[in-house]
């Protein structure tokens, strides 16, 4: 009887065994890699599979998800003899599960190395000044390399990004000078077209003020030559009027008479005012005249007299 149960639990324990070898669950975006007697035989994809126990193995699972691989910080040197240290960051994707096994011993340390040295090479290609301009194309010289060389090994470089270009400590403080150099410049720049701006606009002021204070004093001159022109006009009609008016009185009986009456007073009266704003009195170089004058008043009066009694 004891043998019996011996018996029975040995064969459950190899029933185990046997299940436990046979029984195979792959897990959802992961493919494994199954070897008959060292010999690869097929590729299992997700889910439940029964292998052939003492025969076929699990020799490598791959997981079909994108990676990320850190790049270990290198030195490379630039076109112009400057050494700086790079570090990066890789992203791929096993895409033949059988090529990555079989294809090289360890596609990440692979992969890992080919970034480095087509880094370095590219950088070798540029200057220190084009290094951190040109991010875009290094990233894509790296990838495009390393997509050519690793078709064979089952993996999809999908992109590689620089993370940090630290350059020598003298090459940064050379490099602070000439952007506060740059700043500089371009604050004077700045200046100086600002200064040359505002000096535009103030000429551009004091010629717009010129030229409206020389239409004022134009238009000035031209009211003033036209209020002139219409005194003269005014002046003259007025003139004009009384010469019309006098020579009308003169027509007239007695208009003579009078006017000689006129004038020998107006002369009396300015010859008066000359005796008395002078000490020295002025006299006449012909005294004759002043008493003809006197007589021609005396006449013109007895004349008038003469004319008033008779009205």
């Known amino acids: 009887m004891d ?11 190899f029933a185990i065994v046997i299940l436990v070898k046979t029984a ?12 008959r007697l060292g010999k690869y035989r097929t590729t299992l994809e997700a889910g439940f599979h029964i292998l052939i126990p003492f ?3 699990v020799a490598y699972k791959r997981s079909l998800k994108e990676e990320s691989i850190d790049i270990p910080a290198q030195t490379c040197i630039t076109a112009d003899n400057v050494s700086m240290e790079i570090d990066g ?3 791929l994707q ?6 990555s096994a079989y294809g090289i011993d360890n596609y990440h340390f692979a992969v890992a190395q080919l970034a480095q040295t ?14 951190f301009e040109a991010r875009e194309n290094l990233n894509r010289q790296v990838v495009e390399a390393l997509d050519e060389a690793s078709q064979n090994w089952g993996v999809k470089v ?9 350059p020598p400590r003298s090459v940064l403080e050379a490099m602070e000078k000439q952007m506060k150099a740059e700043r500089e410049k371009r604050a004077e720049i700045a200046k100086s077209e600002g200064e040359r701006q505002a000096m535009i606009n103030r000429a551009e002021g004091e010629r717009a003020e010129a030229i409206a204070r020389s239409e004022g004093e134009k238009m000035r001159r ?3 030559a036209e209020g002139q022109a219409q005194e003269i006009l005014k002046v003259a009609a007025a003139t004009a009027e009384g010469i019309r008016q006098v020579a009308e009185a003169l027509s007239e009986p007695g208009g003579q008479d009078a006017a000689n009456l006129e004038v020998a007073k107006k002369y009396l009266d300015q010859f008066g005012k000359l005796a008395k704003e002078n000490n020295t009195m002025i006299l006449p170089a012909n005294l004759a005249d002043v008493s003809s004058m006197v007589a021609t008043v005396m006449t013109t009066l007895e004349h008038t007299k003469k004319r008033e009694k008779a009205v």
């Open 3 to 13: 043998n019996v149960l011996i018996g029975v639990v040995a064969l459950v324990v």
């Open 118 to 131: 087509s880094l370095r090479s590219a950088i070798g290609k540029i200057s220190l000044d084009n290094t």
């Open 158 to 166: 999908l992109r590689y990004e620089i993370k940090d270009i630290q």
């Open 94 to 99: 096993v895409v033949n599960s059988r090529l």
């Open 55 to 57: 025969f076929d193995k």
């Open 24 to 35: 195979v669950v792959v897990d959802q975006q992961y493919e494994y890699v199954i070897e």
């Open 222 to 224: 031209i009211n003033e």
């Open 89 to 91: 960051c890789l992203y």
